[in-house]
Protein backbone atom coordinates (compact mmCIF):
# COMPACT_ATOMS: atom_id res chain seq x y z
CA UNK A 1 0.00 0.00 0.00
CA UNK A 2 1.65 3.35 -1.04
CA UNK A 3 2.03 6.15 1.68
CA UNK A 4 0.40 9.38 1.41
CA UNK A 5 2.84 12.37 0.17
CA UNK A 6 3.28 14.50 2.91
CA UNK A 7 2.44 18.45 1.92
CA UNK A 8 5.65 20.70 1.86
CA UNK A 9 5.68 24.43 2.97
CA UNK A 10 5.90 24.90 -0.35
CA UNK A 11 2.50 23.37 -1.62
CA UNK A 12 0.82 24.42 2.09
CA UNK A 13 -2.10 26.97 2.06
CA UNK A 14 -2.35 29.84 4.36
CA UNK A 15 -4.90 30.40 6.83
CA UNK A 16 -7.14 33.24 5.54
CA UNK A 17 -6.75 35.99 8.37
CA UNK A 18 -9.30 37.30 10.37
CA UNK A 19 -11.28 40.08 9.05
CA UNK A 20 -10.47 43.30 10.86
CA UNK A 21 -12.97 44.88 12.84
CA UNK A 22 -14.32 47.95 10.75
CA UNK A 23 -13.10 51.00 12.19
CA UNK A 24 -15.95 53.52 13.81
CA UNK A 25 -16.64 56.26 11.15
CA UNK A 26 -16.55 59.24 14.17
CA UNK A 27 -12.85 57.96 15.01
CA UNK A 28 -11.60 57.64 11.39
CA UNK A 29 -13.29 61.49 10.75
CA UNK A 30 -11.11 62.74 13.62
CA UNK A 31 -8.34 60.85 12.56
CA UNK A 32 -7.87 58.74 16.08
CA UNK A 33 -6.60 55.01 15.75
CA UNK A 34 -8.81 52.10 16.34
CA UNK A 35 -8.45 51.30 19.81
CA UNK A 36 -8.71 47.45 20.63
CA UNK A 37 -9.63 46.43 24.04
CA UNK A 38 -6.78 44.24 25.71
CA UNK A 39 -4.87 43.80 29.15
CA UNK A 40 -2.18 46.48 29.67
CA UNK A 41 1.28 45.14 30.06
CA UNK A 42 3.25 44.11 34.15
CA UNK A 43 4.57 47.25 34.56
CA UNK A 44 1.51 49.16 33.68
CA UNK A 45 -0.42 47.27 36.28
CA UNK A 46 2.05 48.06 38.82
CA UNK A 47 1.86 51.85 37.97
CA UNK A 48 -1.91 51.92 38.28
CA UNK A 49 -2.23 49.62 41.21
CA UNK A 50 0.26 51.70 43.49
CA UNK A 51 -0.78 54.91 41.97
CA UNK A 52 -4.71 53.99 41.86
CA UNK A 53 -4.49 52.95 45.71
CA UNK A 54 -2.48 55.74 47.05
CA UNK A 55 -5.27 58.14 45.29
CA UNK A 56 -8.00 56.71 46.88
CA UNK A 57 -6.64 55.99 50.15
CA UNK A 58 -6.37 59.75 49.81
CA UNK A 59 -9.17 60.65 48.81
CA UNK A 60 -10.99 58.49 51.19
CA UNK A 61 -9.04 60.49 54.05
CA UNK A 62 -9.87 63.78 52.90
CA UNK A 63 -13.83 63.00 52.97
CA UNK A 64 -13.95 61.97 56.49
CA UNK A 65 -11.44 64.92 57.82
CA UNK A 66 -13.89 67.76 55.97
CA UNK A 67 -17.05 65.31 57.51
CA UNK A 68 -14.76 65.36 61.12
CA UNK A 69 -14.70 69.03 60.57
CA UNK A 70 -18.24 69.65 59.82
CA UNK A 71 -19.08 67.55 63.02
CA UNK A 72 -17.14 69.47 65.26
CA UNK A 73 -18.75 72.83 63.68
CA UNK A 74 -21.92 71.55 63.81
CA UNK A 75 -21.49 71.56 67.48
CA UNK A 76 -21.03 74.64 68.36
CA UNK A 77 -22.69 76.63 65.45
CA UNK A 78 -25.56 77.70 67.90
CA UNK A 79 -23.38 80.14 69.84
CA UNK A 80 -22.93 82.14 66.57
CA UNK A 81 -26.62 82.37 66.73
CA UNK A 82 -27.58 83.67 70.03
CA UNK A 83 -28.17 87.21 70.29
CA UNK A 84 -25.58 89.27 71.90
CA UNK A 85 -25.78 92.84 73.50
CA UNK A 86 -24.25 95.40 71.27
CA UNK A 87 -22.63 97.05 74.29
CA UNK A 88 -20.46 94.06 75.08
CA UNK A 89 -17.28 92.78 73.88
CA UNK A 90 -17.53 89.28 72.70
CA UNK A 91 -15.77 86.03 74.11
CA UNK A 92 -11.75 86.39 73.47
CA UNK A 93 -9.57 83.33 73.55
CA UNK A 94 -6.11 83.67 73.79
CA UNK A 95 -3.68 81.10 71.36
CA UNK A 96 -0.42 80.09 72.26
CA UNK A 97 1.73 78.47 69.36
CA UNK A 98 5.44 78.69 68.25
CA UNK A 99 7.85 77.31 65.95
CA UNK A 100 8.30 73.12 66.72
CA UNK A 101 12.16 72.32 67.37
CA UNK A 102 14.25 72.20 63.89
CA UNK A 103 11.33 73.87 61.81
CA UNK A 104 9.87 77.41 61.16
CA UNK A 105 6.90 79.08 62.46
CA UNK A 106 4.96 77.96 59.22
CA UNK A 107 4.29 74.52 60.37
CA UNK A 108 2.67 75.67 63.70
CA UNK A 109 0.44 78.28 61.60
CA UNK A 110 -0.49 75.32 59.07
CA UNK A 111 -1.63 73.39 61.98
CA UNK A 112 -4.12 76.20 63.94
CA UNK A 113 -5.10 77.21 60.07
CA UNK A 114 -6.47 73.38 59.10
CA UNK A 115 -7.57 72.36 62.58
CA UNK A 116 -8.37 74.80 64.87
CA UNK A 117 -9.57 78.10 63.25
CA UNK A 118 -12.36 76.43 61.35
CA UNK A 119 -14.02 75.20 64.86
CA UNK A 120 -13.16 78.80 66.18
CA UNK A 121 -14.90 80.31 63.34
CA UNK A 122 -18.00 78.62 63.47
CA UNK A 123 -18.64 79.30 66.94
CA UNK A 124 -18.02 83.00 66.06
CA UNK A 125 -15.12 83.93 68.54
CA UNK A 126 -12.56 86.38 68.72
CA UNK A 127 -9.08 84.87 69.60
CA UNK A 128 -5.48 86.66 70.24
CA UNK A 129 -2.86 85.08 68.79
CA UNK A 130 0.72 84.89 70.69
CA UNK A 131 3.62 83.54 68.22
CA UNK A 132 7.07 81.88 69.04
CA UNK A 133 9.41 81.91 66.39
CA UNK A 134 12.20 80.95 68.80
CA UNK A 135 12.87 79.39 72.55
CA UNK A 136 11.39 81.93 75.24
CA UNK A 137 9.14 84.05 72.34
CA UNK A 138 5.73 82.27 74.65
CA UNK A 139 6.99 83.12 78.04
CA UNK A 140 8.20 86.52 77.56
CA UNK A 141 4.96 87.16 75.89
CA UNK A 142 2.82 85.61 78.26
CA UNK A 143 4.77 87.07 81.58
CA UNK A 144 4.54 90.30 80.02
CA UNK A 145 0.68 89.93 79.45
CA UNK A 146 0.32 89.09 83.40
CA UNK A 147 2.39 92.07 84.30
CA UNK A 148 0.50 94.47 82.84
CA UNK A 149 -2.95 92.80 84.06
CA UNK A 150 -1.45 93.25 87.37
CA UNK A 151 -0.62 96.83 86.81
CA UNK A 152 -4.41 97.39 85.47
CA UNK A 153 -5.41 96.10 88.95
CA UNK A 154 -3.51 98.29 90.69
CA UNK A 155 -0.23 96.87 91.68
CA UNK A 156 2.85 99.57 91.32
CA UNK A 157 6.03 99.10 90.45
CA UNK A 158 9.70 99.84 92.29
CA UNK A 159 10.27 103.52 92.44
CA UNK A 160 14.06 102.64 91.02
CA UNK A 161 12.04 101.30 87.79
CA UNK A 162 11.88 103.47 84.56
CA UNK A 163 9.79 103.28 82.15
CA UNK A 164 10.30 101.48 79.16
CA UNK A 165 9.05 101.93 75.44
CA UNK A 166 6.84 98.53 76.00
CA UNK A 167 5.37 100.31 79.32
CA UNK A 168 3.57 103.22 77.53
CA UNK A 169 0.43 103.61 76.69
CA UNK A 170 -0.28 101.20 73.50
CA UNK A 171 -2.97 100.95 71.12
CA UNK A 172 -4.71 98.14 73.10
CA UNK A 173 -5.27 100.24 76.04
CA UNK A 174 -6.61 103.85 74.19
CA UNK A 175 -8.80 101.43 72.75
CA UNK A 176 -9.95 100.11 75.80
CA UNK A 177 -10.27 104.05 77.41
CA UNK A 178 -12.22 104.61 74.49
CA UNK A 179 -14.68 101.67 75.06
CA UNK A 180 -14.80 102.51 78.87
CA UNK A 181 -15.88 106.09 77.45
CA UNK A 182 -18.42 104.63 75.70
CA UNK A 183 -20.06 102.32 78.01
CA UNK A 184 -18.58 99.12 76.57
CA UNK A 185 -17.85 96.21 78.62
CA UNK A 186 -15.99 93.61 78.72
CA UNK A 187 -16.30 89.84 78.31
CA UNK A 188 -17.12 88.54 82.16
CA UNK A 189 -17.58 85.03 81.28
CA UNK A 190 -14.52 82.08 81.46
CA UNK A 191 -12.38 82.96 78.38
CA UNK A 192 -9.68 79.95 78.15
CA UNK A 193 -6.11 79.33 76.77
CA UNK A 194 -5.22 77.25 73.70
CA UNK A 195 -1.55 75.77 73.89
CA UNK A 196 -0.25 74.25 70.45
CA UNK A 197 2.59 71.56 71.22
CA UNK A 198 4.47 70.44 74.07
CA UNK A 199 7.24 73.29 73.24
CA UNK A 200 4.83 75.36 73.65
CA UNK A 201 3.74 74.43 76.84
CA UNK A 202 6.44 74.14 78.77
CA UNK A 203 6.98 77.79 78.33
CA UNK A 204 3.38 78.20 78.96
CA UNK A 205 3.92 76.73 82.34
CA UNK A 206 7.08 78.82 82.76
CA UNK A 207 5.74 82.38 81.67
CA UNK A 208 2.37 82.16 83.84
CA UNK A 209 4.72 81.13 87.15
CA UNK A 210 6.73 84.25 85.98
CA UNK A 211 4.19 86.72 85.86
CA UNK A 212 2.46 86.10 88.70
CA UNK A 213 5.50 85.34 90.92
CA UNK A 214 7.95 87.21 89.32
CA UNK A 215 8.46 90.89 90.28
CA UNK A 216 6.68 93.37 88.06
CA UNK A 217 10.03 95.32 87.11
CA UNK A 218 12.94 93.62 85.61
CA UNK A 219 16.11 93.11 88.26
CA UNK A 220 19.12 94.90 88.04
CA UNK A 221 22.13 93.35 85.57
CA UNK A 222 25.06 93.68 87.56
CA UNK A 223 27.49 97.05 86.14
CA UNK A 224 30.21 95.88 84.17
CA UNK A 225 33.90 96.15 85.51
CA UNK A 226 35.58 98.87 84.49
CA UNK A 227 37.45 98.54 81.43
CA UNK A 228 41.48 100.13 81.38
CA UNK A 229 42.32 101.60 78.16
CA UNK A 230 44.52 99.98 76.38
CA UNK A 231 48.32 101.55 75.88
CA UNK A 232 50.11 101.07 72.60
CA UNK A 233 54.07 100.65 72.82
CA UNK A 234 54.19 103.75 70.03
CA UNK A 235 51.91 106.07 72.54
CA UNK A 236 54.02 108.10 75.14
CA UNK A 237 52.86 107.55 78.44
CA UNK A 238 52.59 111.69 79.11
CA UNK A 239 50.22 112.08 76.32
CA UNK A 240 46.69 113.04 77.21
CA UNK A 241 43.47 111.00 76.83
CA UNK A 242 41.00 113.08 74.37
CA UNK A 243 37.81 112.03 73.71
CA UNK A 244 36.96 111.73 69.79
CA UNK A 245 33.23 113.25 70.67
CA UNK A 246 34.66 116.48 72.98
CA UNK A 247 37.25 118.63 72.55
CA UNK A 248 39.37 121.12 74.66
CA UNK A 249 39.86 123.86 71.67
CA UNK A 250 37.70 124.21 68.05
CA UNK A 251 40.00 122.70 65.40
CA UNK A 252 40.69 125.92 62.87
CA UNK A 253 38.90 124.99 59.38
CA UNK A 254 41.11 124.58 56.37
CA UNK A 255 40.15 126.50 53.24
CA UNK A 256 40.80 123.63 50.58
CA UNK A 257 37.60 121.50 50.05
CA UNK A 258 39.75 118.04 48.89
CA UNK A 259 40.85 118.50 52.73
CA UNK A 260 39.75 115.30 54.59
CA UNK A 261 38.85 118.06 57.29
CA UNK A 262 36.52 118.95 54.95
CA UNK A 263 34.73 116.07 53.52
CA UNK A 264 30.89 115.32 55.81
CA UNK A 265 31.63 112.96 58.12
CA UNK A 266 30.56 109.09 57.04
CA UNK A 267 28.54 107.69 60.34
CA UNK A 268 29.68 103.59 60.31
CA UNK A 269 26.52 101.71 59.86
CA UNK A 270 25.35 100.17 63.14
CA UNK A 271 24.79 96.45 62.46
CA UNK A 272 21.15 95.21 62.53
CA UNK A 273 19.56 94.49 66.18
CA UNK A 274 17.84 91.25 67.37
CA UNK A 275 15.12 90.67 68.18
CA UNK A 276 15.55 88.41 71.46
CA UNK A 277 13.24 88.01 74.06
CA UNK A 278 13.33 89.59 77.15
CA UNK A 279 15.28 87.31 79.69
CA UNK A 280 13.16 86.07 82.62
CA UNK A 281 12.66 87.79 85.99
CA UNK A 282 12.75 85.30 88.22
CA UNK A 283 14.25 81.42 88.16
CA UNK A 284 12.37 78.04 88.85
CA UNK A 285 14.83 78.27 92.03
CA UNK A 286 12.86 80.93 93.66
CA UNK A 287 9.57 80.34 92.78
CA UNK A 288 8.89 78.74 97.00
CA UNK A 289 9.87 81.97 98.14
CA UNK A 290 8.04 84.33 96.59
CA UNK A 291 4.88 85.34 97.62
CA UNK A 292 1.57 85.51 95.89
CA UNK A 293 0.54 88.94 94.34
CA UNK A 294 -3.18 90.33 95.60
CA UNK A 295 -4.55 90.47 91.99
CA UNK A 296 -4.10 86.84 91.66
CA UNK A 297 -7.51 85.44 90.97
CA UNK A 298 -8.75 81.97 93.06
CA UNK A 299 -8.65 80.28 89.72
CA UNK A 300 -6.47 81.25 87.02
CA UNK A 301 -8.59 80.59 83.48
CA UNK A 302 -9.22 77.54 82.04
CA UNK A 303 -6.37 76.27 79.92
CA UNK A 304 -6.17 73.43 76.91
CA UNK A 305 -2.91 71.48 75.85
CA UNK A 306 -3.27 70.47 72.64
CA UNK A 307 -1.13 67.71 70.43
CA UNK A 308 1.05 68.71 67.94
CA UNK A 309 2.45 66.19 66.09
CA UNK A 310 5.69 67.26 63.80
CA UNK A 311 8.29 64.82 63.10
CA UNK A 312 11.20 66.03 60.69
CA UNK A 313 14.05 63.06 59.14
CA UNK A 314 14.19 61.37 56.08
CA UNK A 315 14.14 58.05 58.03
CA UNK A 316 10.84 58.93 59.29
CA UNK A 317 9.16 59.20 55.67
CA UNK A 318 6.67 55.99 56.68
CA UNK A 319 5.58 57.52 59.72
CA UNK A 320 5.26 60.78 57.98
CA UNK A 321 3.21 59.01 54.61
CA UNK A 322 0.94 57.02 57.19
CA UNK A 323 -0.05 60.76 59.18
CA UNK A 324 -0.66 61.77 56.02
CA UNK A 325 -3.56 59.26 54.64
CA UNK A 326 -4.71 59.06 58.30
CA UNK A 327 -5.27 63.42 59.03
CA UNK A 328 -8.62 62.22 59.72
CA UNK A 329 -8.28 60.98 63.17
CA UNK A 330 -6.33 63.69 63.66
CA UNK A 331 -9.11 66.19 62.72
CA UNK A 332 -11.72 64.60 64.91
CA UNK A 333 -9.16 64.49 68.25
CA UNK A 334 -8.40 67.72 67.18
CA UNK A 335 -11.54 69.19 66.94
CA UNK A 336 -13.37 67.44 70.04
CA UNK A 337 -10.56 69.18 72.48
CA UNK A 338 -11.07 72.72 70.34
CA UNK A 339 -15.09 72.42 70.78
CA UNK A 340 -14.77 71.63 74.41
CA UNK A 341 -12.70 75.12 75.20
CA UNK A 342 -15.18 76.33 73.28
CA UNK A 343 -18.15 75.20 75.18
CA UNK A 344 -16.43 75.50 78.18
CA UNK A 345 -19.02 73.41 80.08
CA UNK A 346 -16.69 71.08 81.85
CA UNK A 347 -13.69 72.41 83.79
CA UNK A 348 -11.51 70.56 86.17
CA UNK A 349 -8.54 70.99 88.03
CA UNK A 350 -5.36 69.31 87.04
CA UNK A 351 -4.46 66.62 89.02
CA UNK A 352 -1.45 65.71 91.14
CA UNK A 353 -0.03 62.87 93.49
CA UNK A 354 2.46 62.38 96.14
CA UNK A 355 5.71 60.93 94.97
CA UNK A 356 7.78 58.67 97.65
CA UNK A 357 10.93 57.55 97.68
CA UNK A 358 11.92 53.91 99.48
CA UNK A 359 13.97 51.45 99.15
CA UNK A 360 10.88 48.37 99.29
CA UNK A 361 7.89 47.86 96.87
CA UNK A 362 5.10 49.07 98.89
CA UNK A 363 2.58 47.29 96.13
CA UNK A 364 4.22 44.19 97.02
CA UNK A 365 2.11 42.21 99.51
CA UNK A 366 4.57 39.64 100.51
CA UNK A 367 5.03 38.19 104.24
CA UNK A 368 9.29 39.15 104.14
CA UNK A 369 8.34 42.52 102.47
CA UNK A 370 5.98 43.08 104.92
CA UNK A 371 8.44 42.66 107.26
CA UNK A 372 10.91 45.17 105.85
CA UNK A 373 8.32 47.53 105.26
CA UNK A 374 7.74 47.38 108.85
CA UNK A 375 11.39 48.25 109.44
CA UNK A 376 11.89 50.86 106.87
CA UNK A 377 8.92 52.98 107.80
CA UNK A 378 10.93 55.78 109.11
CA UNK A 379 13.21 55.65 106.01
CA UNK A 380 10.12 56.52 103.44
CA UNK A 381 10.78 60.06 102.76
CA UNK A 382 7.94 62.40 100.54
CA UNK A 383 10.03 63.25 97.41
CA UNK A 384 7.35 65.67 96.07
CA UNK A 385 3.56 65.70 93.92
CA UNK A 386 4.02 64.73 90.43
CA UNK A 387 1.43 66.91 88.41
CA UNK A 388 -0.30 66.30 85.55
CA UNK A 389 1.01 69.75 83.57
CA UNK A 390 4.49 67.96 83.83
CA UNK A 391 3.70 64.93 81.99
CA UNK A 392 1.10 66.54 79.48
CA UNK A 393 2.13 66.19 75.81
CA UNK A 394 5.17 64.20 76.95
CA UNK A 395 5.22 61.76 74.24
CA UNK A 396 6.26 64.37 71.56
CA UNK A 397 9.52 65.16 73.12
CA UNK A 398 10.78 61.43 71.51
CA UNK A 399 9.91 63.02 67.98
CA UNK A 400 11.60 66.17 68.43
CA UNK A 401 14.76 66.86 65.93
CA UNK A 402 17.87 66.49 67.61
CA UNK A 403 19.48 70.08 67.71
CA UNK A 404 16.65 70.79 70.26
CA UNK A 405 19.05 68.62 72.70
CA UNK A 406 22.41 70.35 72.03
CA UNK A 407 23.64 72.44 74.67
CA UNK A 408 22.94 75.89 74.34
CA UNK A 409 25.01 79.30 74.44
CA UNK A 410 25.38 81.75 76.78
CA UNK A 411 22.87 83.47 78.14
CA UNK A 412 20.34 81.45 75.31
CA UNK A 413 16.79 79.96 76.64
CA UNK A 414 16.67 76.70 77.74
CA UNK A 415 12.90 76.10 78.54
CA UNK A 416 12.70 72.69 75.69
CA UNK A 417 15.34 71.25 77.62
CA UNK A 418 15.01 72.04 81.14
CA UNK A 419 11.70 69.85 83.50
CA UNK A 420 8.24 71.48 84.00
CA UNK A 421 8.54 72.61 87.29
CA UNK A 422 4.44 73.79 89.07
CA UNK A 423 4.26 75.65 91.83
CA UNK A 424 1.56 74.03 94.42
CA UNK A 425 -0.06 77.84 94.57
CA UNK A 426 -0.09 78.29 90.78
CA UNK A 427 -0.93 74.37 90.04
CA UNK A 428 -3.85 73.94 92.60
CA UNK A 429 -5.48 77.45 90.31
CA UNK A 430 -4.88 75.98 87.42
CA UNK A 431 -7.49 74.09 85.26
CA UNK A 432 -8.17 72.12 82.15
CA UNK A 433 -11.20 71.97 80.25
CA UNK A 434 -12.50 68.57 78.61
CA UNK A 435 -15.48 66.83 76.32
CA UNK A 436 -17.43 65.27 78.97
CA UNK A 437 -20.75 63.70 79.19
CA UNK A 438 -22.65 66.58 79.07
CA UNK A 439 -21.20 67.49 76.08
CA UNK A 440 -21.68 63.99 74.54
CA UNK A 441 -25.16 64.51 74.38
CA UNK A 442 -25.44 67.66 72.31
CA UNK A 443 -26.89 67.58 68.88
CA UNK A 444 -26.80 63.31 69.32
CA UNK A 445 -23.09 63.58 68.63
CA UNK A 446 -21.81 60.40 70.36
CA UNK A 447 -22.56 58.25 67.40
CA UNK A 448 -19.93 60.75 65.42
CA UNK A 449 -22.74 61.43 62.72
CA UNK A 450 -24.27 65.19 62.24
CA UNK A 451 -28.16 65.52 63.02
CA UNK A 452 -28.41 68.31 60.00
CA UNK A 453 -29.43 67.86 56.93
CA UNK A 454 -26.69 68.89 55.02
CA UNK A 455 -24.60 65.99 55.91
CA UNK A 456 -26.84 63.97 53.80
CA UNK A 457 -25.12 61.95 51.03
CA UNK A 458 -25.67 63.85 47.36
CA UNK A 459 -27.14 61.09 46.07
CA UNK A 460 -29.82 61.22 48.60
CA UNK A 461 -30.82 64.81 48.15
CA UNK A 462 -31.05 64.10 44.03
CA UNK A 463 -33.23 60.74 44.46
CA UNK A 464 -35.63 63.30 46.92
CA UNK A 465 -35.47 65.99 44.26
CA UNK A 466 -36.72 63.84 41.21
CA UNK A 467 -38.80 62.42 43.45
CA UNK A 468 -37.74 58.65 43.92
CA UNK A 469 -37.70 57.37 47.32
CA UNK A 470 -40.42 60.08 48.14
CA UNK A 471 -43.06 58.31 50.38
CA UNK A 472 -44.79 61.17 52.06
CA UNK A 473 -45.98 62.15 48.11
CA UNK A 474 -44.47 65.41 48.64
CA UNK A 475 -43.96 67.50 45.48
CA UNK A 476 -41.02 66.87 43.84
CA UNK A 477 -38.14 69.41 43.81
CA UNK A 478 -38.88 70.97 40.45
CA UNK A 479 -42.37 71.25 40.98
CA UNK A 480 -41.66 73.24 44.48
CA UNK A 481 -40.57 76.63 42.49
CA UNK A 482 -43.30 75.90 39.80
CA UNK A 483 -46.08 76.19 43.04
CA UNK A 484 -44.04 78.63 44.64
CA UNK A 485 -44.39 80.98 41.29
CA UNK A 486 -48.35 80.53 40.76
CA UNK A 487 -49.10 81.14 44.43
CA UNK A 488 -46.98 84.65 43.68
Known amino acids: MAEKPTPTT??????????PKPRNPAFRMIGLPNFRLKLPSRNWLIFLSITGSFT?????????????????????????????PVNQMPRKLTVFLSAPPGDGLRAARAYFQDYVK???????????????????????GLAEKIRKLRTKNGETKSSHA???????????????????????????GVQG????????????????????????????????????????????LEAPVVSDSVSSAPEPQSSDSNSPSSQPATSTPSPPKTTTPTPPYISPAQYPIRLLPSSLPANLPPSLPLSFPHVLGFL???????????????????????????????????????????SVNVDDASLANTEERAVSDGMVVQTGHRWEQQRLLEEEEAEWHKSARKPRKDAAETVWIEGVVVDERIGRRMR?????????????????????????????????????????HEPKGWEQGLVGEEGD
Open 118 to 140: PVLVAAALDWEVIEGRREGDVRA
Open 316 to 358: NTPTRVYRFLTRRHLADSTGREVAALVLAATCRPYHHEEGFAS
Open 56 to 84: TALLYDRHHKKKAHQKWCNAVSHIAQEPF
Open 432 to 472: RVEWGEREDGLGGLGDGETHDAEATSWLEGMKRWVGLGNRK
Open 193 to 236: DLVIGRNTWKEYIRGLHEGWLGPLDPPREPLPPPQQPLISESTP
Open 10 to 19: KNAVPAPKPT
Open 162 to 188: EMSEEDKESLEEVLAQVRQKNGIEDWN
